[in-house]
Structures are given as structure tokens and as C-alpha cells.
């Protein structure tokens, strides 16, 4: 067959739409679209296709710019790529995940305690006397190395507990944690050496490999070794992330039933200078076996006793028929030196960011720009050269009409220009940059003869111009959106812009902002912990279990701690309750500013003013958050209707909107009054009285935003793991199971949530509060949500607290903490919440307030 002729091609390939000959094809379709009836003269060198072609091959360039490799756009001017600001996870952090099965806690025990050489973690149904046990209950056993005094199997048990409490998932605990039963037992043998090595080398390696075998320890190797097997990093990370390296051996305890005399004869036979065995044989018990041995039990495991002293040596070595007898210090010396080696041989701590070279960019100026201009031929007279003194007038018109003409489409093209160069703050979490586009102005160094063209204020009036067309909070939201989708989330945003009645209607959408950034800074734990438990052993107690976390972050909490709720209150003698135990009682206690029957009056519409929001920068605000409480209770405290620290829900509900305040005067007074107006034909609150107008609205602002914090500082939420709260003396018929029955201990949590806020006042935010711990509840856990008023969150915070304080010494005092625990119980029980999975209205993520 003959070979295909070849042929070059007259024209390029513009398949690409960007092209420049696409382009230019498109651009002369819209000029003939635009003005096909009055220019009917065309032809290639036409002025107007001529400038065509040049911005044609400016926008080319925009294209080549903006086909960069990703990391190029990303790098910042130091030349690094700062990952945590643009909210990309590295390798480490976003592979691994959390100990969710016995065979991670045991990966995670080991790694962490390095004088194990074993752990066994087992899932509990029954107690030792056959007692049915609660769902989530594990039995640790640990297997500490030979050389391990008493002392340190101590500290490795405690160290082994705090490990477990860390990294522990909601409705998990653990049981017993205990190290196996040892049952010491000698090796006896009858060896021929061979010549060449020293007689105590080999007795000490032939007792070496003995331990090693009976131990069968867990070995880590190093990550290097793995990626040079070309391991992937998805593979090095699956599961908890290891500080000591790739572990790839069984997934459970290594601990045998048995040693046979047949696997140590192939074992010893291998060893350097060993010719052959005469005799081999165990002694246990003070009995000889000749076949194997066993433990005898499942928490019990053998261990090879090593020589302390030389009587206790049991291995005879010969040579040619002659008895050798090397001497004892020095065999005990390279015993305990091969010992040694092994048991620091894999803990090194690896670096794990040399297992992967992570993406790195060059800085690249994409801002600058070339005018059009410039690339016109010279008879054009925009470029560079410019115009001669000896120019006519009109020429010179002309030509600054075509300059401001050109500088139209140098202005979009530069400010394109721009937008490439601010991609990486476009993307990235701060909230510094309120722009998602991007504007420069241009100089004499890149157009000629710009005096008289742009307008005064040219940066600023070009900036506005963009800014007209840059819906920053919209953009930037899904831009956010766009991130949470590389790692599978998503926010319910149309529900919290709906519900987030706190903020003023121009703080609604940099708060939704704001919270996807949030979420996107905590992206790997959020995703990762979703199911962890609080370590309630820490004594700082200060991180929250991940479902609490989660469900604040989404739910727009302010603060995610595990923390009191009713603090906010009580810290400034408050006590919020419902209306009608405060309303229309002891008239006689009432005074101004107070919430009694003299401070409600009925409405005025003579003097009804609406209060307008104040700037912040004319309002001499306090500082931001739940900090700036003291200082407003200090400024308008006396404002808020209350009576000897009660304060009413409804001022609660109603206070935190500008709208359901009212300013005015009172006929035969010249000062300015505030009222704040109860729900429905209710009389309103009278809350004080101002020299003047402007002094009323700021006293109102911040009153309102007092009344904010109020609530914002009490929103949150408790989990309670029932599995924790069961009975645990021993031998003590506890009250707690009585009074709930066995069940109740079982892959069951209590989540709780506060009741007087002004948000959770709304039956449609407790449903969406409802739905949201249940879609993100581990699926094996039954939660009950409830919401309780301020009094009964104090106590239930009490008997938590008690109950925390008891259980970080409950080895010492199992009683007491039964009864602490039995306190709690009843009281939960006492207000049983509903479990999520009851039949409930879907609620509608689109669906706003009073629709």
C-alpha cells in the first residue's frame, strides 16, 4: 500500500474557539451584524479590521495567560502556595481518616505507644459472668515487651487509656484495659556450632530469634520503603494517619495459641554458625513438652524467659563434641544490645512530607499588560511616536477621539488582565479583599498622551465602574460552594440566610460568607471526626465531640465549644423566662427600664419613628462578640426591660430587630422616648428617655445588639452518650438501670438545645436544627433531641459538670460516679426528648420565614 502523501495545510486549524482566526471570524460576523447596511466597503486592510486584529491578538494572550499551569496562578509573590488560605488539604491531612473499627485503635495504640509490642482490642457482649453489656463496649489488652518494668506497664496502661479517650467515636468506651497474663516457659537445646564465630554472638541471636518468634511483634516500615514499592499515597494513608511508618501485617493481634518445637527447628537451623540441633525441647511449669505449648486462655499469652543470670541459661553449645561456655557478661551484652535494636528500630518518627513533593508554582506578573495601541501600524499615530509639533489641529482631534475610542477596549482587556493576577485572593478564605473582580489603571508607560482622557479620580471612578457589575457576597459564595463540592459538602444556605434573624439585612449575606469559610477552614476535621466523641478526660474539656462541631458549624452557632449555655446570662445576673411569669406581676416593683405593669403603654401613632440602623463608625461601637457583652451591659444594660433579672422571652425574640423599635415624644415632655413593641395589640415596653434623638438611636442600636449576644452567646448544644452514664460498680445494684432498663445504654445519645433563644423560639428552626443532627448523626446512633429552659440548662449543666469531675476518677470512685451518673439519668429521663428518626414534616432548605 502506498504511504499517505503528505501535505502542509495553507491555513492554521481554528478549531479552538479562542483562536485568533475564530475570533476574528466572530468579531467581523458581529460587526456585519451590527452595520451590514452602511459598510459595504470591506476589505482585510479596512482601519476597523485592522484594529479588530489587534485586539483579537490581545485577547489571544489573555488566553495563553490564563492556560497557566494551576499552581503558577495560586503562587503567591514569595513564591509559595499558601494551602490553607485557598482551602486545599495536602495528602496527610485529607487522606486519613478517624479510628472507626478495633483494627484502627489498635493501629493507632501501637503507633503511638512504643513499648508495645502487641495490642489486642475486642468488642464486648457479655462480662466475664455472662451478663448481657451495653452496645460500644471494648476489652484492651496489651502485650508491653519483655524488658518492661512494672512502673512503665503502669504509665503504658494509663497512656493506652488517655489514647483511646483522644480518639474514641460517640457511644464507645472501654470496658477493661489490662495487659495479658504472661506465662513464662525456657527453651532447651542441645546445639553443634561450626567454627568461625564467636560462640556468644550465636547463643545471644539464637535466644534473639526465639523472643522474636513467641512475641511475633508489630512492625512499622518506613514510608520511603513503601513509595519505592510504588505504594500510592491513598494506600500509605488509609486509616489513622501513622507517625512510625507504613504498617501492612494483620489486622488483628498477632498473639498465637501455640508454639510448636517443629517451627523453631527450621528457625534456629538458619541462623549463622548454628550446624545443626542434637535437641530441642520447651520446659513449663516445670514440665518438658516435646511437641508445643500452649497459653491455655484468650487473655493469657506466652513469654520466652531471657536469661539474668548463668544458671538460667538452658541452651548447651558444642563444637566437634566439646562443650562451650561462653562467658555470661558478654552474651548478656549483645542480648540485650539486639533488644534494644529492635525495639527502637521502627519508631522513628517519619516525615511525611517527604514522601511526596507537593505542587509548587512560579509567580508570575499576569497583571501587566501592552496596549493595543502599540501594535497599530504608526500611521495610526496612537502609538508610542506620537504626533509632531507640525500637526494640524484636526489631526491631533482626531487622533485623541481615536486614543479614547482604543482606551475603551485597553481598560477591559487590562482589567481582565487583572482579574488573572487576583485569582488566587479570589479563591482564597480571608475576607479582606471585598472584590471578586479586579480593575488597574493605565500609564504613559503603557498608552501614550493620556492627559485630558481619563476623568479626574480615574482609579476610582474605574473601580466603581467594575464594581457595579461585581455582586461580591453572590460570587464569592459560590465560589465557597465550589470548594465544599471537591470534598463532597454542601450548605444549607437558603435556610440559614432565612433563619439568621440576628443580623442586619445588610450582615445577611456576609455571615452566610462567612460561614462557608468556616467550614472550609475546619474542612478535614469536620469531614474526617464527624463521629468523634468528646475526651472528656482532657482537663481543659474545651473541644467538642465532632457531631457538635458539625451541627453548630451548619447551623451558624458562633461558638462550637463544649461550653455552658446559660453563662452568658448568669454572668450578668440574668435569668431569662417565659412571659407570663413576669408580665403584669408586682406592679409596684416597676421602674424605668424595668419590666413591670407601669412600663407598658398603649401605642401612639401621633409619635410613631422607626429607628434607622446606625453606622458603625458613627456609633462608637464596643468590640465584636460575646467580649463586648460587659461593655454594653455597662452602656444600656438599664435599658433592657427586666425585673430583679428576669427578662422576658418575648424581649428576648423581639429585641433583636430594629423593626419592633419605636421612637417619639410624650405629650407635655420635649425628650426623646424608646419603646420596644411586644408581639400582636400588646401594650409596649417603655425602655427610657434621651436628651436627644440621635443619643435614642445609638442607646437603641446597642441595645439591640446587647440583646443579639444574649442570644448568639446562649446558642449551642450538649451531647450526652448514654453508654457513659451506665453502671459500673461492681456488685452495687445501681439505680440508673432501673430506671431506663438496658436499652437505654445502647448506641443512644441525647442532644440538647436551649429554648429561649429567639431562633429556637421558631417550631421551623428547631425542625431544621432537628434534621440537621439526624442527616449528620453517625446512621448506627439513635439521637434525642430536646430543648430545655434556662433553669433546667443550669441544672443539667450542675449534674454534667459533677458527673464530668467524678468520671476522671472513677477508678477510684466507681460509687461515686454511679451516682452521678444516676443523677443524670434521671433527670433526662424526666424530659425525654424525641428521637430524630420519629415521622416529622420534611423541612423545606427553600422555605423562608413566614412563607
Not at 460587526?31 to 452602511?38: C, D, H, T
Not at 552474651?331 to 511525611?352: I, N
Not at 482532657?538 to 463544649?562: E, H, K, M, N
Not at 428576669?646 to 429585641?655: I, Q
Request: glycine share 6%; with cysteine.
Amino acid at each position: 500500500m502506498a504511504e499517505a502523501s503528505r501535505q502542509v495545510l495553507d491555513q492554521p486549524d481554528d478549531s479552538d474557539e479562542l483562536s485568533f482566526a475564530a475570533l476574528r471570524r466572530l468579531g467581523i460576523a458581529c460587526a456585519q451584524e451590527l452595520a451590514g447596511e452602511n459598510w459595504s466597503d470591506f476589505n482585510v486592510h479596512d482601519p476597523g479590521v485592522t484594529i479588530l486584529e489587534q485586539i483579537c491578538y490581545a485577547l489571544t494572550d489573555l488566553v495563553y495567560r490564563s492556560e497557566f499551569d494551576v499552581a503558577d496562578h495560586l503562587t503567591s509573590p514569595d513564591g509559595e502556595i499558601d494551602f490553607a488560605r485557598l482551602a486545599l488539604e495536602l495528602p496527610e491531612r485529607i487522606f486519613p481518616c478517624r479510628p472507626a473499627t478495633p483494627v484502627d485503635y489498635r493501629r493507632v495504640i501501637l503507633d503511638a505507644v512504643a513499648a508495645l509490642d502487641d495490642v489486642a482490642i475486642r468488642p464486648l457482649a457479655t462480662d466475664r459472668g455472662g451478663k448481657r453489656l451495653p452496645t460500644g463496649l471494648y476489652q484492651i489488652l496489651l502485650r508491653p515487651r519483655p524488658t518492661t518494668g512494672e512502673r512503665e506497664r503502669e504509665e503504658i496502661l494509663a497512656a493506652a487509656a488517655r489514647l483511646f479517650s483522644r480518639t474514641r467515636n460517640l457511644c464507645e468506651d472501654v470496658y477493661e484495659i489490662a495487659c495479658f497474663d504472661e506465662l513464662e516457659f525456657d527453651i532447651c537445646a542441645d546445639v553443634e556450632v561450626a567454627r568461625g564465630r564467636d560462640p556468644g554472638e550465636i547463643l545471644a541471636e539464637i535466644y534473639h530469634r526465639c523472643a522474636e518468634h513467641v512475641t511475633s511483634r508489630v512492625r512499622f516500615s518506613p514510608f520511603e520503603e513503601a513509595r519505592r514499592e510504588d505504594r500510592p499515597l491513598e494506600e500509605l494513608f488509609t486509616g489513622p494517619l501513622s507517625q512510625r511508618g507504613f504498617y501492612a501485617g494483620k489486622d488483628t493481634a498477632s498473639v498465637a495459641a501455640s508454639y510448636s518445637v517443629a517451627d523453631l527447628f527450621s528457625l534456629l537451623s538458619g541462623i549463622e554458625g548454628v550446624a545443626y540441633l542434637r535437641d530441642l525441647y520447651f520446659r513449663i511449669d516445670g514440665k518438658i513438652r516435646r511437641d508445643s505449648i500452649s497459653a491455655g486462655a484468650p487473655d493469657r499469652v506466652l513469654r520466652l524467659r531471657l536469661p539474668g543470670a548463668p544458671e538460667q541459661v538452658q541452651i548447651r553449645l558444642t563444637s566437634l563434641g566439646r562443650m562451650l561456655h561462653p562467658p555470661f557478661e558478654p552474651f548478656k551484652h549483645r542480648l540485650d544490645a539486639l533488644v534494644l535494636k529492635s525495639s527502637g528500630a521502627d519508631y522513628a518518627v517519619q516525615d511525611l512530607r517527604k514522601l511526596y513533593t507537593a505542587p509548587r508554582g512560579e509567580h508570575l506578573d499576569l497583571q501587566q499588560y501592552t496596549s493595543i495601541q502599540a501594535h497599530l501600524p504608526s500611521v495610526y499615530r496612537v502609538g508610542a511616536v506620537g504626533l509632531t509639533e507640525s500637526v494640524a489641529p484636526e489631526v491631533r482631534a482626531r487622533t485623541r477621539q481615536l486614543k479614547g475610542y482604543l482606551l475603551l477596549f485597553d481598560q477591559m482587556i487590562a482589567d481582565t488582565a487583572a482579574d488573572l493576577a487576583h485569582l488566587s485572593s479570589l479563591y482564597s478564605l480571608d475576607d479582606g479583599d471585598k472584590s471578586t473582580y479586579a480593575s488597574q489603571l493605565l500609564d504613559r508607560s503603557q498608552v501614550s498622551g493620556l492627559d485630558g482622557i481619563y476623568p479626574a479620580q480615574a482609579a476610582e471612578v474605574v473601580a466603581s465602574a467594575v464594581a457595579r457589575y461585581d455582586n461580591f457576597y453572590e460570587r464569592k459564595g459560590r465560589l465557597l460552594d465550589y470548594l465544599l463540592a471537591l470534598y463532597g459538602e454542601s450548605f444549607h444556605q437558603s435556610s440559614l440566610r432565612a433563619f439568621n434573624s440576628y443580623a442586619l439585612p445588610g450582615e445577611r449575606e456576609p455571615a452566610l460568607v462567612e460561614y462557608k469559610a468556616r467550614f472550609l477552614r475546619a474542612i478535614a476535621q469536620l469531614t474526617r471526626d464527624r463521629g468523634a466523641a468528646c475526651d472528656y478526660l482532657d482537663p481543659d474539656q474545651a473541644t467538642a465531640s465532632g457531631l457538635q462541631q458539625r451541627v453548630s458549624c451548619l447551623l451558624g452557632f458562633t461558638d462550637d465549644r463544649s461550653r455552658s449555655l446559660t453563662e452568658s446570662f448568669s454572668e450578668h445576673g440574668l435569668r431569662p423566662l417565659p412571659d407570663d411569669l413576669i408580665v403584669g406581676s408586682h406592679a409596684d416593683e416597676a421602674e424605668p427600664g424595668r419590666c413591670g405593669s407601669a412600663d407598658f403603654v398603649p401605642p401612639d401613632k401621633a409619635w410613631e419613628d422607626e429607628v434607622p440602623v446606625l453606622a458603625e463608625e458613627d456609633s462608637a461601637e464596643p468590640g465584636v462578640g460575646v467580649q463586648a457583652l460587659p461593655q454594653l451591659m455597662g452602656q444600656v444594660g438599664r435599658l433592657l426591660p427586666k425585673r430583679a433579672g428576669k427578662v422576658a422571652e418575648t424581649v428576648l425574640h423581639r429585641g433583636i430587630s430594629l423593626a419592633n423599635y419605636r421612637l417619639g415624644h410624650v405629650k407635655g415632655r420635649s425628650d426623646w422616648q424608646a419603646f420596644l413593641l411586644p408581639d400582636g395589640d400588646a401594650p409596649w415596653w417603655r425602655l427610657g428617655a434621651f436628651a436627644d434623638r440621635r443619643a435614642a438611636i445609638e442607646a437603641v442600636n446597642r441595645l439591640r445588639r446587647l440583646i443579639v449576644l444574649l442570644n448568639t452567646g446562649s446558642e449551642g448544644m450538649h451531647v450526652v452518650e448514654h453508654l457513659l452514664l451506665r453502671p459500673r460498680s461492681q456488685g452495687v445494684k445501681s439505680g440508673a438501670a432501673d430506671i431506663v432498663g438496658h436499652d437505654f445504654f445502647s448506641l443512644r445519645l441525647t442532644v440538647l438545645f436551649p429554648a429561649w433563644t429567639a431562633r429556637f423560639q421558631d417550631p421551623r428552626f428547631r425542625q431544621l436544627a432537628r434534621e440537621t443532627v439526624r442527616l449528620n448523626c453517625p446512621a448506627h446512633l439513635v439521637p434525642e433531641v430536646n430543648w430545655l429552659q434556662f433553669d433546667d440548662m443550669q441544672v443539667f449543666e450542675q449534674l454534667q459538670a459533677e458527673w464530668v469531675q467524678t468520671y476522671r476518677d472513677a477508678a477510684a470512685h466507681p460509687a461515686e460516679l454511679d451516682a452521678a451518673a444516676e443523677r443524670l439519668v434521671s433527670f433526662l429521663t424526666a424530659r425525654r426528648g424525641e428521637a430524630c428518626w420519629a415521622l416529622t414534616p420534611a423541612f423545606d432548605d427553600g422555605q423562608a420565614p413566614g412563607a
